[in-house]
C-alpha cells in the first residue's frame, strides 16, 4: 500500500511539473522583459541578490521606458521572494518573472518559483521575450531507456523503450534466398550462399542498431539494455554471433519471441518482455488498461467512463481502480451568482498559458446578474479527493502508449474499473 502511495505522489509531481512548464512556455513578453533565473543548490542567496541589484541599476540604460519599467519590477518581484530563502532549496530553483500578455491586450505581472524534480547543475540569469525552459524541459526526459530489436531473415526493425513510450527508429530488409533453391544449383552450394547471405545481413542488423543504440544520449547512465525478439532460431543465431558492438552486447537483457518483424513488433516485444521488465511504468499501465479494456467488451464487466458516469460512481464508493490520463486538462469550477443565491458547478478545458478568468461565465438565469467564480480546482485534484474518500485506488495514466493513448482519445481521459456493476 505505501509503494503505491509513493508511485502516485511521483506520479502527481510529474503531472503538475509539466503542466507549469506548459504555462510557462505559453507566456510571451514584449521585448527582453521576461527573466530567467536558474539558482543551483550550492550558489549563496546573497551572491544572487547582488547581481540582481546590480542588474537592476543598469536598467537605467534601456532606452524604452516601458521595458525598462517592466523589467525592474520583474527584479523587485524576484527580490522580494528571494528574502525568504537563507539558502537554496536542495536540488536548486528556477525563477520565471515578467510581465506577461494575458487575455486580448492586457498584460500582467507573473512570477513562478519551481524547485525542480533533480539538482540544477547551472546558474542562469536571462532576460528575453519568452523563458527559458531547456534545462527543466530535459528532467521530464525518461531516465532509463531500453533498445529493442526484431529480427528474422526477412527483415528487422529497432526502436527504443523510453518509459512509457515506443519510439520506432528504422529497419531493413534481406536478400537472403528462401529455403527452396533454384535449378542449376547443387543444394550444397546452394547452402553455403543463403548462410553467408544471412551472416551478411545479421552484420549489417548488429553494425546499424549498434551505431543507434551507442548514439543515445548518456548512453552508459540511461541505456540500461537490449531486449530481442523474433522467432527461434533467429533470434538465438543472432545472440550467440555476437553481431552486436561488444559494449551492446553484453547488455542484452533477453531474448523473446514475437511474430511480427516490422514497426509492429516493438510493441509486441514489450509485451512479450512482461517479467523481465517487471516494475517498469509502462507494464504497469499497459496492465491497468488492458484490464479495463476487457472488462468494458463484458456483457457484465466492470467499467466504466466519461465524468459524469464517474463522478456517480466515486460518490457511492463503486470505483476499484480510477483511471485519469495524464493529458487532462481540466479545471472543476465552482460558480455563483453575486446577487441572489444561484450555484452551480461545471467543468472546463483549460488551454496552456489561459487562466479561468479568460473564460466567459455569462449571466445568471434567475436575475441576470453577472457570475463569479467561487472556487476553482484542478479535476485530477478534485476526482483523487473524492476516490480517497472510499479508498479507490487512483492511477494516472500517460498516452506514451497506444491504450493509454485511447483512455484519452476515446474516453475523455475519465475512466474506472468498478467494485461491482451500478448501471452508471
Given amino acids: 500500500m505505501a509503494e503505491e502511495v509513493v508511485e502516485m505522489d511521483d506520479a502527481r509531481k510529474r503531472y503538475e511539473f509539466k503542466k507549469t512548464l506548459e504555462k510557462l512556455q505559453s507566456q510571451q513578453g514584449d521585448g527582453t522583459e521576461l527573466i530567467t533565473l536558474y539558482i543551483p543548490p550550492d550558489k549563496q542567496i546573497y551572491d544572487v541578490t547582488g547581481q540582481l541589484k546590480d542588474e537592476f541599476g543598469q536598467c537605467a540604460n534601456i532606452k524604452s521606458k516601458q521595458t525598462r519599467t517592466n523589467v525592474q519590477s520583474a527584479i523587485s518581484s524576484i527580490l522580494s521572494r528571494l528574502k525568504y530563502y537563507k539558502r537554496p532549496p536542495e536540488k536548486g530553483m528556477a525563477v520565471f518573472c515578467g510581465t506577461v500578455k494575458t487575455y486580448g491586450d492586457r498584460t500582467d505581472l507573473q512570477c513562478t518559483i519551481i524547485e525542480p ?28 531507456v531500453y533498445g529493442l530489436l526484431v529480427l528474422d531473415k526477412r527483415e528487422a ?58 548514439a543515445e544520449k548518456d548512453y552508459f547512465e540511461r541505456f540500461k539494455g537490449v531486449l530481442i525478439g523474433g522467432p527461434s532460431p533467429t533470434k538465438e543465431e543472432f545472440e550467440k554471433g555476437n553481431y552486436l558492438h561488444h559494449e551492446v552486447q553484453k547488455r542484452i537483457i533477453g531474448l523473446f519471441d514475437v511474430a511480427y518483424t516490422n514497426e509492429d513488433g516493438l510493441a509486441e516485444l514489450v509485451d512479450a518482455a512482461k517479467d523481465a521488465l517487471k516494475g517498469m511504468t509502462v507494464i504497469k499501465e499497459k496492465a491497468i488498461m488492458e484490464k479495463f479494456l476487457k ?93 480517497d474518500q472510499s479508498s479507490s485506488k487512483v492511477e494516472l495514466i500517460s498516452d506514451d502508449f497506444e491504450e493509454g493513448s485511447i483512455l484519452f482519445s476515446a474516453f475523455g481521459g475519465i475512466a474506472a474499473i468498478l467494485r461491482y456493476r451500478t448501471g452508471y
Fill in 295 to 387: 472488462e468494458l467488451v463484458k456483457d457484465d464487466g466492470l467499467a466504466a467512463y466519461g465524468e459524469e458516469s464517474i463522478r456517480h460512481n466515486l460518490e457511492i464508493g463503486a470505483v476499484d481502480t480510477l483511471l485519469l490520463s495524464s493529458k487532462l486538462r481540466k479545471s472543476r469550477l465552482r460558480i455563483k451568482c453575486q446577487t441572489c443565491d444561484y450555484t452551480t458547478e461545471k467543468t472546463i478545458s483549460i488551454e496552456p498559458g489561459k487562466t479561468v478568468a479568460d473564460i466567459p461565465l455569462g449571466i445568471c438565469p434567475k436575475c441576470s446578474a453577472p457570475l463569479i467564480i467561487e472556487e476553482e480546482i484542478d479535476i485530477v485534484d478534485e476526482l483523487t479527493k473524492i476516490a
Fill in 117 to 144: 524534480p533533480e539538482p540544477i547543475g547551472l546558474y542562469m540569469y536571462r532576460c528575453s521575450s519568452s523563458f527559458e525552459l531547456e534545462p527543466l524541459l530535459q528532467m521530464l526526459e525518461e531516465k532509463y
Fill in 157 to 214: 526493425y529497432w526502436g527504443f523503450l523510453r518509459g512509457n513510450r515506443i519510439e520506432p527508429i528504422g529497419g531493413a530488409n534481406s536478400t537472403v534466398p528462401g529455403k527452396m533453391r533454384k535449378g542449376g544449383q547443387s543444394a550444397a552450394r546452394f547452402g553455403r550462399l543463403r548462410e553467408i547471405a544471412i551472416d551478411e545481413f545479421y552484420t549489417k542488423i548488429g553494425e546499424r542498431s549498434s551505431a543507434i543504440f551507442l
